[in-house]
């Protein structure tokens, strides 16, 4: 029961008990939970990544940090040449791995992020960008947490990733609250002028602070202002 509000109509499948609340949420009435065991959504119709730069961002409130191994936030599924990206309980860090040329995970120097202190029942924004062929970067709350060099070219593949499971049986599931997720194919939103992600100097970016709109699910979004009188002689955007 998910809508996607881009308009590029990618489907989502759910296995588990995944659920919509509103007892706790970053903007809005409602939020995603997974109580941590079997929860995950299955992502239809996402194009290959390949080559491009792109982007994913989204905020998370863990109810438990310390349950399966590792909380996956995204991953590939099948032949291994996606990213995946989710919380590792053992070094209390988020930790990336991406596939190579021959489908086998790259030996990236257990990357992980620099922060490490994150806390039950709080919300935090996470994102992780392409923004070179060789360069993936994170951020929490903003703030650097990580640079890692890849393989040029290896991140491609036909398999549907996932939000909540790493796949292979691992069971690591997220186990907590997923609001405001957004992910951009083709482009990098640190790089993209507009966007709210954008980083015009420095390393870091404010995060939002409002829920994304359709106007934000692309950087070629316009907003458009219309001025109404009303009997209070209100302006309504």
């Known amino acids: 029961d998910l809508t996607d509000s881009s308009g590029n109509s990618i489907t989502t499948t759910k296995s588990g008990g995944f659920s919509r609340t509103g007892s706790r949420s970053k903007f809005g009435n409602s939020a995603a939970y997974s109580d941590g065991s ?23 409130n863990a109810t438990n940090l310390s349950g399966s191994g ?36 790259q030996s990236l120097g257990s990357p992980v992020g620099d922060k490490s202190n994150y806390a039950e029942d709080t919300w935090y924004h996470m994102a992780i960008s392409r923004v070179a062929s060789t360069t993936i970067k994170t951020w929490v709350d903003g703030v650097l947490d990580d640079t890692v060099t890849i393989s040029s070219g290896s991140i491609s593949c036909s398999s549907n990733p996932w939000i909540g499971d790493w796949g292979g049986g691992q069971g690591w599931h997220i186990d907590g609250y997923l609001d405001e ?11 993209t002028s507009g966007d709210p992600l954008y980083i015009s100097t420095g390393t870091g970016f404010t995060p939002p602070t409002a829920a994304y709109s359709a106007a934000t699910t692309s950087a070629t979004g316009t907003l458009i202002s219309t001025a109404q009188t009303a009997n209070a002689s209100q302006t309504k955007v």
């Open 70 to 105: 590792r909380q996956t936030y995204f991953a590939g599924t099948n032949d291994h040449r996606w990213f995946a990206w989710g919380y590792e309980e053992s070094s209390g860090k988020f930790k990336l791995e991406v596939g190579n040329d021959s489908g086998q995970w």
């Open 181 to 191: 997720y957004r992910m951009q194919i083709g482009e990098s939103p640190q790089l």
């Open 38 to 60: 079997g929860d995950y959504l299955t992502l239809g119709n996402v194009p290959v990544l390949g080559s491009s730069l792109w982007g994913l961002d989204f905020w998370f």
